[in-house]
């Protein structure tokens, strides 16, 4: 039976967000027009279920508008054209611009998210403004070679922007995910056609019209709203796109690469899905370790590609920390994201709200001790209860599965050895968390797990300019920092010849 309830109800009236929705059509070539169908979806509060607005569909047939439009912009607009300086000026009056409109931005990535209003304005828009500022940084020192050739050839190595982008991006951080995608790419020269989710389409739209009035030319950020398997797979099979970059779930990432695959080969880079563990030693200090791990794990609602999904805490100090992660993850407080105070919200929809729940009755009947949690908060909208699971093993649904929720599920372990060969044992290889105060153990585990990000004594810190990315199924290069630029850049080698004998 489920163990105590969480703390807040989550039933009171929903707080009314101070954002006027503005924006809902496609924007296409710098205008925002209806979809070629005319058809719309609703975009729903995860507090109650309810539309907050109807949004332009798009389906292949917008996205070869927008295609046509980004390829227009490309290939005989200003933007690959003008100064590297001029490019980073747009993207700095961006951030200037999010900035001045930082509190309806963050209103409605709340609103359509769920997340709370302290992440969304504490974090995730400053985040936005400082990538940005990262890549418009990086736009003019984009540097080409001179490389010695052998013979009398003046060689030089020029890297230019690859073309049209074609960005597929998730619900759990819209924000974030355009900054990632959008950022890198505009400073490197390209034109993009960026597909949102269907469940989080407002803020991209809204961001979008400042980065216009930030004099982004038009074609260069097309943004379609609209579904995967119409929307998307059109974006991935077009023949006039020359990059394609997806974050989202590992069976999406496999189908996008087919399509691109198939169509022209274009070059993709995915971020995919992850079952990270975070690992406590017997040296941590357990105060620290329990609160730290649960950040890992329930930032978000648990809505993270690099959660800390699987807690593998030692023996020596298991029990303790299971006593204290259970009063933790009760006392965390779930309630409508708008309220001050607020540490969890909705989840994004029905569909991961029952997904989660189904994970939650699967731990309990394989056979995990259901410590705190396991249902849902209140009586309508998607809450689902802080829910801890101990005493789980390996082979245990809930310790393989990204479960993409509100669900810690605590591991013992005994041995440095042990827990490297265990944590490794998965598909995924997204991120890893390390707690110990022993300098060895932190360089052995930090080196030995097979992941892209490594937190020690840390979790989820993403500086703009920190690579993240996956090992294994958790996907395939790199994005921030300056890896990402690669992702937009072509190579093109020029070799002349040297006439003059007196070189
Ligand atoms: P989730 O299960 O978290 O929604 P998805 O991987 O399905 O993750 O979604 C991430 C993004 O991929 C969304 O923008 C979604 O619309 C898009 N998507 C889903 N299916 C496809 C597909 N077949 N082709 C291209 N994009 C898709």
């Known amino acids: 039976a489920p163990a105590a309830a969480a703390a807040a109800p989550a039933t009171d009236e929903p707080i009314q967000p101070a954002v006027e929705i503005k924006y809902t059509q496609l924007l296409i070539n710098g205008n925002f027009v209806d979809a070629a169908s005319g058809k719309t979806f609703p975009t729903l509060d995860p507090r109650t279920g309810d539309v907050i607005a109807r949004v332009a569909e798009g389906d292949s047939e917008d996205i070869n508008r927008a295609v046509a439009a980004a390829r227009r912009a490309f290939d005989e607009g200003p933007w690959p054209r003008m100064t590297a300086y001029e490019r980073c000026r747009v993207l700095l009056r961006f951030a200037d611009l999010i900035e001045r409109h930082a509190e309806e931005i963050a209103a409605l990535e709340t609103w359509d998210n769920g997340k709370t209003l302290a992440q969304s304005s504490g974090a995730e828009v ?19 070679l001179v490389v010695p050739a052998d013979g009398a050839h003046h060689v030089q190595v020029l890297h230019e922007p690859v073309g049209v982008a074609g960005q597929i991006i998730p619900w759990n951080f819209p924000l974030l995910m355009f900054a990632w995608k959008v950022g890198p790419a505009l400073a490197c020269g390209n034109a993009v056609v960026l597909k949102t989710a269907e469940q989080t389409p407002l803020s991209a739209l809204y961001v979008a019209s ?5 004099g982004l030319p038009d074609g260069v950020l097309n943004v379609v709203s609209g579904f995967g398997p119409t929307a998307g797979a059109a974006l991935c099979s077009h023949m006039g796109v020359d990059k394609l970059a997806f974050t989202g779930s590992t069976g999406t990432g496999q189908i996008v690469l087919e399509l691109a695959a198939r169509s022209n080969l274009k070059p993709v880079t995915l971020e995919l899905g992850g079952k990270s563990p975070f690992i406590v030693m017997d040296d941590a200090d357990v105060d620290q370790a329990v609160e730290l791990a649960h950040h890992a794990v329930f930032f978000n609602q648990g809505q993270c590609c690099c959660a800390g999904s699987r807690t593998f805490v030692h023996e020596r100090v298991y029990d303790e920390f299971v006593e204290k992660s259970k009063a933790r993850a009760q006392k965390r407080v779930v309630g409508d994201p708008f309220r001050n105070g607020v540490e969890q919200g909705p989840q994004i929809d029905e569909e991961q ?21 396991g249902d849902r908060a209140g009586n309508r909208g998607f809450y689902i209860q802080p829910t801890v699971f101990a005493d789980a093993k390996d082979e245990m649904k809930i310790a393989k599965e990204e479960i993409f929720g509100p669900v810690q599920t605590i591991l013992k372990f005994s041995g440095v050895e042990e827990v490297i060969r265990r944590a490794n044992a998965t598909q995924y290889g997204l991120a890893a968390g390390v707690f110990t ?29 920190i690579p993240f990315g996956g090992y294994k199924m958790s996907g395939v290069g790199r994005e921030k920092g300056i890896y990402a630029l690669r992702n937009y850049l072509q190579t093109k080698a020029v070799v002349t010849p040297i006439r003059d004998a007196a070189w």
């Open 437 to 465: 105060r022993s300098l060895d153990a932190a360089n052995t585990l930090s080196r030995a797990l097979r992941a892209g990000t490594v937190w020690v004594n840390c979790y989820d810190v993403f500086d703009a300019g």
């Open 126 to 144: 400053p985040m936005l403004a400082r990538c940005m500022r990262y890549y418009a940084g990086w736009a003019d020192k984009i540097h080409g």
């Open 210 to 214: 400042l980065l216009h009035e930030a």
């Open 353 to 373: 709200f029952k997904k989660i729940l189904r994970y939650v009755r699967s731990g309990v009947d394989s056979g995990a001790t259901l410590v705190a949690g």
